[in-house]
């Protein structure tokens, strides 16, 4: 066990250096905070395509979502449906507009939108905590999931594998900025295309153990569960400000558009592998405590493709986790640095100052990591549910309606879904109320859609003039 253990060791500490070369590398090209935060326009469009894609998927994917399956069964791949499709829409629709109003704007993070569109600073302020509310969230559910399965590939326990995880995070995030994240996104699309279908092959291929136990009954989701959960994740992909920084980071709608196929072809197959993963396993690991433990048990403990496939799993989560865990830190760095600490000290946006506030950012998180929140699925869910119905319905009207809208009725779009989403978690279980559409991102979209149709219906009409 030990050689073995050596050998996962050697391959993930050399993947782990190969970050920081590669961060290191790419520091030169940063000449301040735009081309920290965007590259500067000069990052190739088939290299975003593919951090895109890298961005979409995260330990979330490889242990939560893969796991989920094994308590719910195959009709948890409704959730992965909504992802594609969100990933397509993404591409499709949003890339080509947000890189033309980058570029015509000047725009660098998601709160820019709001501010030059609907002329208000005030909106952008609430957008800005609402994206590092959301992130931070999100960040917490990705280093779980990373820190489980390098705690089991390893030996470590859950709180040495979370410092290891943060370390190299930190090191790897600080040096780069987008440069960074993009040049190792590059590498890690073959990586978790390779990992995923491994895992895939190997769990259809194993064979279970005639003595074991009868695995307990499947506790299915109804539709409107499955589908309130794959909504949360789809509305958050789609105004996810990590795929809008790479938007930003294309410089035209054209080179948005060259690559529009790509990433979500891709993402289909990743995911495909993925989801089924749980409930192909139920005869393999019939008894399990948590849905998060079973791809972490599946790999090192069960040993599906034996030594050498232990490894090249763990190298695959990492850089699921590490494309998404740079540039969500990287997102909350710039916001903060962008629209508050400049503001604050009446200076214009500062490389260095971003990359402070990102240690500050990721040590938090740790710190909070320690004793999680929730588990995976929960955490992100609740992420993509407070930012896709709070942010979606103007950012849809901001991006497709070219008819000025107050900044009065974007703030209580956003305001009021983003505390539907909040009573659509909570209110529920509080009142006693059983009804499955009840979902939090049901109720956050449906309260931040009325404003934008109140207005619509109400705007001033322009005169008919009727010839005489």
Known sequence: MLPDRLVTLLVV??????????????????KGFSDYVTGGGKIPAWMLALSFMANFVSSNSFVGHAGKSHEVGLGWCVVAGFLVVACALSFHLFAPRFAEFARTNGALTLPDFFERRFGSRPLAVLV??????????????????????????????????LL?????TIVYCLLGGLWADVLTDVVQSVVLLVGAGLLFVAVVS??????????????????AQLVAVGLSGAVKLVADPKQVMVFYAFGDGAQARRFRHFAPLLLLVVLGCLFPVGYLARSLLPLVRDADEVVPQLVFERGLLGAAFGPI?????????????????????????????????????????????????????????????????????????????SLLPILCVGLFVDAPIPP???LVSLTLGLLGALAGKLGPKAL??????????FVGLLLATLPLVVHWV???????SVPG
Do not use: N
């Open 13 to 30: 500490a050399g993947y782990l250096l190969a970050l920081i070369v590669a961060g290191a590398y790419v520091t030169r090209r940063s």
């Open 128 to 161: 800005q905590w609402i994206v590092v509310a959301t992130t931070v969230l999100y960040v917490l559910a990705v280093l779980r999931g990373t820190a489980l399965v390098v705690a089991s590939g390893l030996g470590l326990s859950y709180s040495a594998a």
């Open 164 to 168: 290891v995880v943060y370390l190299v």
């Open 206 to 223: 194993a064979s279970p153990d005639p003595a074991a136990p009868a695995p307990p009954p499947l506790r299915p989701l109804s539709i």
């Open 313 to 389: 799993f763990l190298v695959a989560l990492l850089a699921a986790s590490m494309s998404s865990l740079d540039s969500a830190l990287l997102v909350v760095a710039s916001c903060l640095e962008k629209h508050v600490v400049a503001p604050l000290a009446r200076r214009e946006p500062s490389e260095g100052r971003t990359r402070v506030i990102l240690f500050l950012v990721a040590t938090l998180v740790l710190a909070l990591s320690f004793r999680p929140l929730g588990d995976i699925v929960s955490l992100s869910t609740l992420a993509g549910a407070l930012l896709g119905a």
């Open 408 to 410: 009065r009725v974007a």
């Open 432 to 441: 006693g109320l059983r009804s499955p559409w009840l979902q939090d991102i």
């Open 458 to 464: 109400r705007r001033p009409r322009a005169p008919v």
